[in-house]
């Protein structure tokens, strides 16, 4: 008999989810300011621990601060706290 490998079924989105959620306020000069609140569920989870295996908190805390300018329109944010773990 020939030797076969096993079919595995590709994952559906449920298993891979960031959920979002941002409280702003514009300030006078027209800028946002405010907490945006991430949680990243199952494979994009998944990735996100790959990722922030390879460095330390300062390194884990970069990767997120990019990811969400990246989310932006102006691509400048920083962090003030971040639960990361």
């Known amino acids: ?3 076969r ?3 595995a079924a590709l994952p559906d989105y ?3 989810m960031i959920q979002r959620l941002a409280r702003l306020q514009l300030t006078s000069e027209g800028r946002a ?3 945006i609140k991430v949680g ?3 494979l994009e989870a998944m ?3 790959k990722e922030g295996g390879k460095t330390d908190a300062e390194g884990r ?3 997120l601060e990019d990811e969400v300018k990246n989310w932006l329109p102006e691509r ?3 962090l003030q706290c971040a639960e990361l773990g």
């Open 47 to 49: 990735e996100r621990r």
């Open 40 to 42: 990243f569920y199952g």
């Open 5 to 7: 490998l096993p079919r």
């Open 14 to 16: 449920n298993h891979g």
């Open 76 to 78: 400048s944010c920083s």
């Open 33 to 35: 300011e405010g907490t």
């Open 1 to 3: 008999m020939e030797p």
């Open 61 to 63: 805390k970069k990767l």
